[in-house]
């Protein structure tokens, strides 16, 4: 059974002051790992998919890596906004399981001003 | 903009009162997914539609069922709602399976 674990579960930052969420994984076969922000009563945001070991992605003051085991969301110089719960989910190889999102339970992020 | 509509986004019912969910897609994608959200837990996967082809998971509850009509649109249907069935039901679709999945905004149901 897939399963993902993410820590913290709740993490406050200062405003500035650079962090790192992290997803553990465990899964038959990783077709990709996804990374995901969701605020108070909406829907997830989609911000990355990673692929393979060694993968990184960038946007804006997020950065999110991945290996065999695990897959880290740097926040650089993190600003009120970026408050958010971020999800992180794992999509196994295989025909109907390659459709289904695992998620973990999340990291609560407040930033202070 | 393309995007992912759901409606009601509030909907509240009486135990035991059918109730119906709507999700509609400009995105012209292939795959559409239903997940349920209790609060401050991981969207849980009920089933997805790749096409015309219904795939449920093994653990949905046969309370719940789904129609999609057309590639724009798909409807969840919980046919006895209880009281554990309140929660953030949220759609969302993908352009083909292995790809990013994109969410609407969520229905919240509250069951009386």
């Known amino acids: 059974e897939d399963q993902v674990t993410q820590s913290p579960e709740a993490l406050r930052l200062q405003e500035g002051e650079s962090s790192s969420l992290n997803c553990s994984y465990t899964v038959s076969g990783l077709r990709g790992l996804f990374w995901y922000r969701q605020d108070p009563g909406k829907g997830p945001e989609f911000l990355f998919t990673?692929?393979?070991a060694g993968e990184e992605k960038e946007k804006e003051r997020l950065k999110a890596t991945l290996t065999k085991k695990e897959s880290f969301l740097h926040i650089t110089a993190p600003k009120p906004e970026d408050s958010a719960t971020y999800l992180c989910a794992v999509q196994a190889v295989g025909e109907t399981s390659g459709s289904r999102l695992t998620f973990g339970e999340g990291t609560q992020l407040t930033v202070n001003p | 903009d393309a995007m992912v509509i759901q409606n009601p986004r509030y909907q509240v019912t009486q135990f035991g009162k059918p109730v119906t969910l709507s999700c509609s897609q400009t995105?012209?994608?292939?795959?559409m997914y239903w997940y349920q959200q209790k609060s401050s837990q991981a969207p849980k996967l009920l089933f997805h539609y790749y096409d015309k082809d219904f795939n449920n998971e093994a653990d949905t509850p046969d309370n719940f069922q789904s129609r999609r009509p057309n590639t724009s649109f798909c409807f969840l249907d919980i046919r006895s709602p209880g009281l554990g069935d309140a929660a953030m039901y949220l759609c969302?679709?993908?352009?083909?399976?292995?790809?990013?999945?994109?969410f609407g905004p969520g229905t919240r149901l509250t069951v009386t």
């Open positions: 969302a679709t993908s352009r083909d399976r292995g790809f990013e999945q994109y």
């Open positions: 990673l692929y393979s």
């Open positions: 995105l012209n994608h292939n795959v």
